[in-house]
């Protein structure tokens, strides 16, 4: 039985592509304030309206609807909502919560990371493939921990786009005009040390 790695370098570099497409810093919300799961859509909605070329109500019903089948979490702090909607192209936004909520996940874990995403209801082959790459890029324990410690959206999206399996002291220089060193040896060692 060969141990092959969940993901291989190409994988990564086409996840990287794939955020790189569907998000910039423009779409990333830090500090927002929502007392519930919600709140929390409806701050979402308003934010993706203008993208989605929809209305903040049409997206919240969307994503409403997908959260009635069965949360969206999924654990270590991290939900995905999604709607598949009438769009013209994909739409994204990440959103961390000043304090976590309930969102009804796996482990009882409160959620502060939101990566939610709208897509074309015409065009569902790629929806289900992207939706597993969102899920499997927030596994990294290290891209969750440095996304809690971002400063700033420009930052945010600089560590969504590094691909984590560079994630070392040693690529600490190619993205330190994002990210202060301190801030990634710390994440590093908390990552290191946590089971």
């Not at 998000?23 to 701050?43: F, N």
């Not at 959103?95 to 074309?120: C, E, M, Y």
Request: glycine content about 4%; proline content about 6%.
């Amino acid at each position: 039985m060969s141990s092959q790695p969940l993901t291989s370098a190409g994988d990564v570099r086409r996840e990287i592509a794939m955020i790189e497409n569907l998000l910039s810093e423009h779409d990333i919300a830090l500090h927002v304030i929502a007392k519930g799961k919600r709140p929390a859509l409806t701050k979402i909605s308003t934010g993706l309206a203008q993208r989605a070329g929809i209305t903040e109500k049409t997206i919240l019903a969307g994503l409403l609807a997908r959260e009635k089948v069965g949360s969206t979490a999924f654990g270590n702090g991290i939900a995905v909502p999604h709607a598949l909607l009438d769009l013209s192209h994909p739409v994204a936004s990440l959103t961390r919560l000043s304090a976590p909520i309930d969102f009804d996940a796996p482990d009882d874990s409160q959620v502060d990371l939101l990566f939610a995403l709208l897509w074309p209801r015409r065009d569902i082959q790629q929806f289900l493939p992207t939706l597993a790459s969102v899920s499997r890029m927030f596994r990294n324990k290290f891209l969750r921990e440095a996304l809690r410690e971002a400063r700033s959206p420009a930052e945010a999206f600089a560590i969504m786009c590094f691909e984590p399996m560079q994630f070392t002291d040693s690529a600490v220089a190619h993205i330190s005009c994002a990210v202060s060193h301190s801030s990634i040896r710390s994440i590093s060692r908390r990552c290191d040390s946590e089971p």
